[in-house]
């Protein structure tokens, strides 16, 4: 238990569906991430979140779409999906520091399949 | 952050050290070496790092060159629990991203 927990598990949904994964982090920590993991390829970071404000999109397609509503909670809302969206998406937490050493903790990931 | 080059799989008899090596040649004074491992579809689970002391906890130890252009990853006595992809990950602290790689496969076995 790494103190992220991200629901659903799995989530299998149609191109015309409207979806949100969830986030939730019980560190205290202040800054939230996005990332995606498809299959055979590295870790993507998509989004993240200081202090609940976007601080970073890499230029991730709008029909992604982020909300911060605390620090606390992160969520990931999808709309319209392809196909080439099936993956893997991991939220993870972390106590920013300007001094060094903040260390990312990962939630278990929600295995997506668009159909 | 700097880039880092990693093999892409190793093995390790259970029981024995797993030295994982990592080369970051163009590594910045400021940068820190980070390590993380994914076991099979869960999300990666950080390990160690270090900026150029050699550290130690309870899962690992990293030793740093003291040129700082290369590290290793060492798991004192591997168990087939440790079969997971390692990421060597240089990055400047603070607010700054983690940018994962390939990672190197390692195979612990019986």
Redesign the interface.
């Known amino acids: 238990e790494t103190g992220v927990t991200q629901t659903p598990r799995h989530l299998v949904m149609g191109m015309t569906n409207k979806k949100s994964l969830k986030c939730e982090q019980h560190l205290g920590h202040n800054a939230m991430y996005w990332y995606k993991q498809s299959a055979k390829k590295p870790l993507e970071l998509m989004f993240v979140y200081n202090f609940k404000e976007q601080t970073e999109n890499n230029s991730v397609p709008s029909r992604f779409s982020p909300e911060c509503p605390n620090s606390s909670h992160l969520f990931l809302h999808l709309h319209t999906l392809q196909p080439e969206d099936s993956a893997l998406y991991l939220c993870a937490s972390s106590q920013a520091r300007a001094t060094g050493g903040d260390i990312q903790y990962f939630g278990a990931g929600t295995r997506l399949s668009v159909l | 952050d700097a880039k880092t080059t990693q093999p892409p799989s190793m093995d390790c008899a259970e029981g024995r050290a797993a030295n994982l090596p990592c080369n970051h040649s163009t590594i910045s004074g400021n940068e820190?070496v980070y390590w993380y491992r994914q076991i099979h579809?869960?999300?990666?689970?950080?390990i160690i790092?270090g900026?150029k002391n050699n550290e130690t906890n309870e899962m690992a130890s990293l030793i740093i060159t003291e040129d700082r252009k290369s590290s290793t990853l060492i798991l004192p006595h591997a168990t087939l629990r440790d079969t997971a992809v390692y990421y060597c990950i240089v990055r400047v602290?603070?607010?700054s991203?983690?940018?994962?790689?390939?990672?190197t496969m390692l195979l612990v076995s019986p």
Do not use: D
Request: hydrophobic share 20%; net charge positive; aromatic share 22%.
């Open positions: 820190y579809s869960q999300g990666p689970q950080y790092h900026l602290a603070g607010y991203t983690l940018t994962f790689g390939k990672g």
